[in-house]
């Protein structure tokens, strides 16, 4: 067998690959339920049109293997298109976030070096040059006949950028193969995803969950309900309407959603699985889903964009489900991955940094080899998360190396905080930071969001700490805010707390 053989269709596993399988095996199949505002229905046969044509109008601009096509619009299945017309001819694509201002956007477009950019006609000013705008004329008039290129498992697929809740966002480089032979197979089998879920779809794309998950889950023909916009209300109405028996989001958007006056059995009655990312679900949105869809099955998973997305999963019905009742808990690694908890000094340890290796890891970060060592030179990739590990092999998220909070000589996880300060009866969500202090070299510092109706008192908020926590631990300030900062996923922007 040579090379070649896997070069062309023949033999060859590539993402453009199984749309077009798609649509030879189930072609009216429903891959996309939009709404937009009107809602409409895409099937895989009409996807994997949609993106040959867009294959084609890529070609027509000179666009080839190894390229970037960076788009920046909201979720819509032309983004889709667009994508896997990317995939099509070799190249890779990159999703501009939508919450960037101008000089961001120029940012990222300057970094990801991009052949040609496609935006919707309102981030058409932002965009720098002249991009592609979406529209029904871009791609009327082309072939929807699949492209002959050259394209390889190897070759990057997706470019997508760390949130940059910490530093600067990195641009990480993931080829096809990582969700053919890691990703996609560890969905199957950690998160018992299949062809026939139907999923409340609203992860951006611009982030390793939207555009990952959406990789996934096309590649496994499942059907995507996406949003016009993520108003809990809206989402709501579309949950009991579509059918809907899977979610994933941040835990924010749980609370959100079973805050609305419409929340209950009716409206949720078809979920069957609640997973959740990027921090603890608060208690009180697991009461009241457990009252609402008692056979609610919560997945909790954690994972990185330099994995190709998900790394761990463990389900629980109640908390009592939990092991050892600690909600840090972040379940086993997945089967396509292997795991070791080190101290600074590489050795294995119950508390520390969790490495990996794993089909999954990503090819590096773009343009910028100096992190991508210190990433993988070890022949490990670093996570930078803290986690502690029991007998068992379940995982406890502690940290992030660079959240974890040095307090008078003491590590202080600002998670292990968090989790006291949201059981407190006024306290609906709570973030802590450290901020540079004379004398404690960092401070144990709190924000606190009050629960509707309450107001939290600053001097008993740290009282009700000082019982439950060691006394390095308790924070030395709390600030009642209205809301906390956060990205477009719902995670806690520390780094402007800490500026706060």
Known sequence: MTAAHHRTPLGRATLGDQLRRHARNQPNKVAFVSYAPERTETTYGELDAAANRYAHLLLGHGVGRGDVVAVMARNSVDVVALYYGTLKVGAALTVVNVLFGKAEVAQQIDHAQPVVVVASEEFEPLVPGAPLVFGPSLTADLPATEPECDVDENDVAMLVYTSGTESAPKGVLIPHRNYLISTAPAWSWGLQTGPEDTWLFVMPFFTIAGLGSMTTLTLMGATLVLPATVDPSTALGIIEREGVTVIAQTPTFYLALSGQ???????????????????????????????????????????????????????????????????????????????????????????????????????GYHRDPEKTEAALGSGWLHT????????????????????????????????????????????????????????????????VVPRPGREPDPAAVITFCREQLAVFKVPKAVHVVAELPVDAQGKVLKRELRKA
Not at 261 to 286: E, H, L, N, S
């Open 384 to 447: 930078r998360d803290i986690v502690r590990v029991d007998a068992e092999g379940n995982l406890f998220f502690q940290d992030r190396l660079t959240d974890m909070i040095k307090s008078g000589g003491m590590n202080v996880s600002s998670q292990e905080v968090e989790r006291v300060l949201h059981t407190h009866p006024d306290v609906l969500r709570a973030a802590v930071v450290g901020r540079p202090d004379p004398y404690w070299s960092e401070a144990v510092t709190a924000f």
């Open 261 to 363: 006056p419409d929340f209950g059995a009716a409206a949720v009655g078809t979920v069957r699985r609640c997973m959740t990312y990027g921090g603890q679900v608060a208690p009180a949105a697991i009461e009241a889903w457990s009252a609402a869809a008692p056979d609610v099955r919560w997945g909790t998973y954690w994972g990185q964009s330099e994995l190709s997305q998900l790394g761990t999963v463990g389900w629980f019905a109640t908390l009592d489900d939990i092991p050892g009742g600690d909600p840090s808990w972040i379940g086993k690694p997945v089967t396509h991955l292997e795991t070791r908890v080190v101290d600074a000094e590489g050795h294995d340890t119950e508390v520390g940094e969790l490495i990996c290796r794993s089909p999954s890891v990503m090819l």
